[in-house]
């Protein structure tokens, strides 16, 4: 596609439920990345994958977060167990090649009540 | 210590005006820098990448100070709609990016 897309676009969960963000990255994109970004804060990186290849999770907050992506196409980020503190929105992006910079998806917001 | 800090703002200018923002980053290592332009609930815009030798697109120039380790954008001639939130990004083995919490301009009429 065009670009980078997210669904869904807002997402309320209760506490404790599961949830699964969707990522379409542009394609041919080699490079995808998922970053977390609270309210006033910049992105924070989650994890980051090269093709089908998840080669840094580092910043995945605890276990209950899970990415995958198995075609080395789309990808979802999965959150188990919601907790308010998971509460941000959610962004995926991709890239060609990591220097050319890369093209953000508009993000899915989760709330958890 | 943050791998990246800029200073939040807000910066408040009139049309018109020229503004200059830094940004810091920690890692001697870093190897590729962007600014990214965020539009309230709106997701980053690639703005510009940031090369040693600086460069300009338009109003807005971006240099790269590698021994002080910091990165500059600056704008001239403001206008109405530079306002936004402005992302200094850093990155280091073209995988691991990092984004500043960004700094906030405020263009008045």
């Known amino acids: 596609g065009a670009g980078v897309s997210q669904s869904p676009r807002y997402k309320v969960a209760k506490r404790g439920q599961d949830v699964a963000l969707r990522c379409d990255p542009i394609s041919g994109h080699v490079s995808l990345f998922w970053y977390q970004q609270a309210l006033g804060q910049g992105p924070e990186f989650l994890t980051y994958f090269q093709n089908e290849a998840q080669l840094d999770k580092s910043g995945l907050p605890s276990d209950r977060f899970f990415a995958e992506r198995p075609e080395g196409s789309v990808s979802t980020l999965k959150i188990q167990r919601t907790q308010q503190e998971d509460s941000a929105v959610y962004l995926c992006a991709s890239s060609l090649a990591g220097d050319y910079g890369y093209t953000f998806g508009s993000g899915t917001r989760l709330t958890v009540v | 210590r943050k791998e990246v800090e800029q200073d939040p703002g807000p910066f408040n200018v009139p049309e018109g005006a020229t503004v200059a923002f830094n940004c810091t980053y920690s890692?001697?290592?870093?190897?590729?820098f962007f600014w990214y332009r965020q539009d309230c609930r709106k997701e980053p815009k690639l703005l510009m990448s940031?090369?040693?030798s600086g460069n300009e697109d338009g109003r807005f120039t971006a240099q790269l100070n590698r021994a002080s380790q910091y990165i500059s954008l600056l704008i001239r001639d403001s206008k109405l709609s530079d306002s936004a939130t402005y992302l200094c990004v850093v990155g280091y083995n073209f995988n691991k990016f990092y984004f500043g919490s960004g700094t906030k301009l405020n263009v008045k009429p």
């Open positions: 940031v090369y040693s």
């Open positions: 890692n001697s290592a870093s190897q590729s």
